[in-house]
């Protein structure tokens, strides 16, 4: 199974520019690259802060933008979201019964679990109103099945003391509980606007610094830098052995020459 994990488009209305550049113009160029070099991929997911205020002209702009992806998207929420708004561009977007924009899908690797950690009007994420619970119901209705879990927040903590504030506020109670059900095989998300991955209790996860702007965090200062660097988006190949995470740059670096047998001088590579 190939899934594209794309994060953080921080869409502003037409017009309207963020940090000096145009996010609907860096996500048209991911699109350009996810069409051209991964068309073939099942699904891609899009794990929130789909747009910078939350405004409706900014999903509306978002829904025009993606209907350029030649690859079926799956939209989360993010703190710099509004469920409202959201739900009002995408009414057809799949939620559970409490209005959360949260759904789980059986691909051809397992089963991907999509979570609604939004606390609207705050910047830390939550699984709370039922929506653990929710959880915990998905992933023991298949408990013999690989799960994949996609949310914006990362559930686990994160060792960016930058974003303490902005964890999942409830994830002392909801990462033992999950890694209780047994099945969890890694854990995609967005937020921190950096590259990162780990494990934490033995479940992998992974974070892509996204689409918009993106951080260097420094750990001695507890703060970070917001820079312009190159959209990035990951994909995900997937099957019974191994969760293959690779990196994708959206840039225009040249291709540099090799020898003609295809090899770096001395093959250091
Ligand atoms: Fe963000």
């Known amino acids: 199974m190939k899934l594209i994990h794309l994060t953080d488009p921080h869409l502003v209305p037409p ?19 996810i069409n051209r070099d991964h068309a073939d991929a099942e699904l891609c997911v ?33 703190n710099h979201d509004s469920r409202e708004n959201f739900m009002r561009a995408f009414p057809e977007e799949p939620r559970d019964a409490n209005g959360f924009i949260q759904s789980a899908q059986d691909g051809t690797a397992g089963r991907l679990i999509f ?8 910047g ?35 060792g960016l003391p930058h974003f303490e504030p902005w964890n999942m506020q409830n994830w002392q109670e909801l990462m033992p509980a999950i890694s209780g059900a047994g099945n969890i095989r890694h854990i995609f998300h967005g937020h921190v606007h950096v590259d ?41 190949l997937i099957d019974d052995d191994a969760v293959l995470v690779h990196r994708f740059e959206v ?13 770096f001088p001395r093959g250091n590579q």
Request: aromatic share 8%; net charge negative.
């Open 115 to 122: 979570l609604d950690t939004l606390v609207e009007g705050f």
């Open 251 to 263: 840039s225009d670096r040249n291709v540099v020459e090799v020898s003609p047998a295809g090899r």
């Open 46 to 78: 899009v794990t929130g802060d789909l747009t910078d205020d939350g405004d409706l002209a900014s999903y509306v702009l978002l829904r025009e933008v993606l209907r350029d992806l030649r690859v079926p998207a799956r939209l989360l929420l993010g």
């Open 196 to 236: 990162v991955g780990g494990t934490w209790s033995g479940i992998p996860f992974s974070g892509s610094r996204g689409v918009a702007h993106q951080i260097i965090p420094h750990f001695a200062r507890r703060d970070a830098d917001f820079v312009e660097d190159a959209p990035a988006f990951d994909v995900a």
């Open 124 to 158: 830390h994420g939550a699984l709370d109103r039922g929506r653990l619970q929710w959880l915990l119901a998905r992933l023991a209705e298949k408990q013999n099945t690989p799960a994949y879990l996609f949310a914006h927040h990362p559930l686990q903590p994160i």
């Open 15 to 33: 017009g309207a520019t963020l940090c000096g550049f145009d996010p609907a113009q860096r996500l048209r160029e991911t699109i350009k690259r």
